[in-house]
């Protein structure tokens, strides 16, 4: 780093060369001094961790930047704890009249304390993490996220947001920053798993029930997605080929309340974070920055406009899910219909190591909160039917068998028609240890499904890194 006697601070990479270069320039007000960029001075999908942010603020005899804080992603979540016991303060000496003494150095202090600042072990993998960015810079993904996590427990073992974002170099009106795995966007069909749910739970259907799809409802402007429709097909058949008109007819027959409650109880419209209260001095602990709740129905719905609970019901309208919610909803289908809190810290440590706290998984349903046994043991054979002769066919070259759900949401960028392109699913299906959910945005009208093409990509990434830690 370029230090100033005037007190400006310019934090360059310099290699020896360029050290000795400026050593021999002979200006005694410019001084080399050693620094760590936090970052790494790089771009990453790691918003989750986000970036620090201070004002420098005028001292007698030196300067330095005082109030540093978190402003985004960890860095703000965790800043009262992060926050060390003093800054690292660079002094020079000067003489009676405020001139830099330049035949002494200048002095460094820090704080010396072995137990601060504090040291927290996040839950994601950074192999995994770094493994999806390069999959999501190949595929040319501009827009979008993906989330890792463990179905055992929950824990977020990657969450990528593109576009990337160099900590270091912040420009706040472009946004970048924003994590888009926290941020609510159209479901598109993957929200017809709700719908099932609901409709199963209700007992208005079943899975051998017969629909007729023409390829139009006549209501509501809704149509199916494939020309011409799917002609006489069940639901079960229904589930795995998406068919609108098979979830309009169901939505129908649903109430507002019905399709809400399921979406709830399967921890969609509200934040499932993991959170805590006084924690540390802290009277609430919640990691996620910003991490919003998504909709299922808006406060100003009619709950009884049936073209709102259409829409609704096939992912359009007012739904909208966040990529965590999504990829935890197949944890919970996976935990018996219980909804279990994503932790991306597991513990907190003093700087020498000495553990102070870890952070124990916790699930945020209550007794009888849960869908039935008999309506999630249906969903995961339907998403296994997905994969192998519905939308996600395309997936049955993967090393593991898989099961999921597509789904493509209409949007407008700008005036101009997009679509949100989801895949959501775990694998390896007899014994599932990672959930996945893909986010491609802002894609034009009948692109191919690049995000069904990166689930698959990130399982077998998956399953390339299970065989080599083995």
């Not at 999959?135 to 827009?143: R, S, T």
């Amino acid at each position: 780093m370029l230090w100033h006697a005037e007190g400006s601070a310019i934090p360059l990479a310099l290699n020896e060369a360029q050290k000795d270069g400026i050593g021999h320039l002979d200006l005694p007000n410019l001084q080399v001094l050693p620094f760590e960029q936090r970052y790494g001075n790089r771009e990453s999908g790691m918003q989750w961790l986000g970036f620090i942010s201070g004002q420098r603020k005028e001292k007698l005899f030196y300067r330095d930047y005082e109030g540093v804080k978190g402003t985004s992603g960890l860095e703000r979540t965790l800043d009262a704890l992060l926050q060390g016991t003093g800054p690292t303060v660079v002094y020079f000496p000067v003489d009676g009249r405020n001139r830099i003494i330049n035949e002494m150095k200048p002095m460094v202090k820090a704080s010396t304390n072995p137990y601060y600042p504090l040291r927290f072990t996040a839950t994601v993998d950074i192999r995994i993490q770094t493994g999806i960015e390069k999959l999501m810079e190949k595929a040319g993904i501009m827009e979008g996220a993906v989330v890792v996590q463990d179905t055992s427990n929950g824990d977020i073992l990657a969450m990528v947001s593109r576009p990337f974002y160099n900590p270091e170099q912040i420009h706040p009106k472009e946004g970048q920053w924003g994590n888009k795995a926290l941020q609510s966007a159209p479901p598109g069909s993957i929200f017809k798993i709700v719908t099932a749910a609901a409709a199963l739970e209700a007992g208005v259907t079943s899975g051998k029930e017969k629909f007729r799809c023409s390829g139009e409802y006549g209501k509501y402007g809704l149509s199916c997605w494939k020309t011409g429709g799917h002609g006489t097909i069940n639901l079960r058949q229904a589930f795995a080929e998406s068919c609108n008109v098979a979830f309009a007819e169901l939505a129908e027959r649903l109430t507002s309340e019905q399709i809400q409650d399921t979406a709830n109880k399967l921890g969609l419209g509200r934040s499932i974070g993991w959170e805590a209260d006084n924690v540390l001095g802290l009277p609430l602990l919640k990691p996620l920055d910003h991490e919003e709740s998504g909709t299922v129905f808006l406060p100003s719905t009619d709950p009884k406009d049936a073209g709102a609970r259409v829409q609704t019901a096939i992912g359009q309208r007012d739904a909208s899910v966040t990529p965590l919610q999504a990829s935890n909803l197949m944890v919970t289908l996976l935990h018996d219909g219980k909804v279990i809190r994503p932790r991306i810290v597991s513990s907190i440590s003093y700087a020498n190591g000495q553990q102070l706290q870890s952070f124990q998984p916790m699930r945020v349903t209550e007794a009888g909160e849960t869908i039935s046994r008999e309506t999630y043991h249906t969903l995961r054979k339907w998403m296994e039917d997905v994969v192998r002769q519905g939308t996600g066919r395309s997936l049955g070259r993967s090393v593991w068998k898989l099961a999921g759900k597509s789904g493509t949401a209409e949007t407008v960028v700008n005036g101009i028609p997009r679509n949100n392109q989801w895949f959501v699913g775990y694998g390896p299906v007899r014994q599932p240890r990672y959930s996945v959910a893909v986010l491609v945005e802002n894609v034009k009208p009948n692109s191919r499904h690049l995000a069904t093409e990166l689930f698959g990509q990130v399982m077998d990434l998956l399953a390339l890194a299970d065989n080599s830690s083995r």
